[in-house]
């Protein structure tokens, strides 16, 4: 079972749509979560980190379940500069040091 | 200017080479990563570096020697490449080791390596 898992998608939306997207991880010990943006053919790059409490960043909001073991991610009012892939990432603690792990992503295409 | 930064984008080379792709980070952080993302987009964390130390060593070839000549620069050696090793390479960066829920990794612009 991977340790952090996304649908694939694509999910296919037209401009000014809200979108929803889910992750699931399974290390019970894993501490942060954030969701990283990356385009095509670039590196990724930090969206936002997410919160038990919740927390929205203009049009977006992440949201953790540590009971569920479950992360999302909300784009209100979808913008065509938001077509990408939505990478969830769980942290792991390694010694006094930690890693990123990442799911395979979530490919959104937003259509004018 | 780049936070962080590799070299060569682009490396295409012939089974059983050897290689090596050189990440810079200017930021003054003090820890180093590189990543490997395969044709399925599976980012996986190879390698970590923290003030030249190795601090993470995941199940990774032999074949594969990462090198840190100072804290701004984490160098990946690959030898006697296989047509496995095909995939995009990501350095990245991130101030403090130990403290993921505030801080951020910074990743280079990858490096597509291809082996025929």
């Known amino acids: 079972r991977k340790e952090v898992e996304q649908d694939p998608g694509p999910f296919n939306v037209p401009e000014g749509a809200t979108v929803a997207f889910n992750c699931t991880y399974s290390n019970s010990a894993s501490q942060s979560f954030f969701w990283y943006r990356q385009d095509c053919r670039k590196e990724p790059k930090l969206l936002m980190s997410?919160?038990?409490s919740g927390n929205e960043d203009g049009r977006f909001t992440a949201q953790l379940n540590r009971a569920s073991q479950y992360i999302s991610l909300l784009i209100r009012d979808s913008k065509l500069s938001d077509s990408a892939t939505y990478l969830c990432v769980a942290t792991t603690r390694v010694d006094s040091s930690y890693k990123l792990i990442f799911g395979s992503g979530t490919r959104l295409l937003v259509r004018p | 200017d780049t936070a962080v930064s590799q070299t060569p984008k682009y490396l295409v080379t012939q089974m059983g080479n050897d290689k090596s792709i050189k990440c810079e980070q200017n930021l003054g952080h003090d820890t180093m990563y590189w990543y490997k993302q395969d044709s399925k987009k599976f980012l996986k964390i190879m390698f970590s570096y923290n003030n030249k130390e190795l601090i993470i060593n995941e199940t990774v070839p032999n074949r594969f020697s990462p090198k840190s000549p100072d804290k701004a620069h984490l160098n990946l050696h690959i030898n006697s490449l296989e047509l496995g090793d095909s995939a995009v390479y990501f350095c990245?960066?991130?101030?403090?080791?130990?403290?993921?829920?505030?801080?951020?990794?910074?990743f280079g612009p990858g490096t597509r390596l291809t082996v025929l």
């Open positions: 990245a960066s991130s101030q403090v080791a130990g403290a993921p829920s505030t801080d951020t990794q910074y």
């Open positions: 997410v919160y038990s």
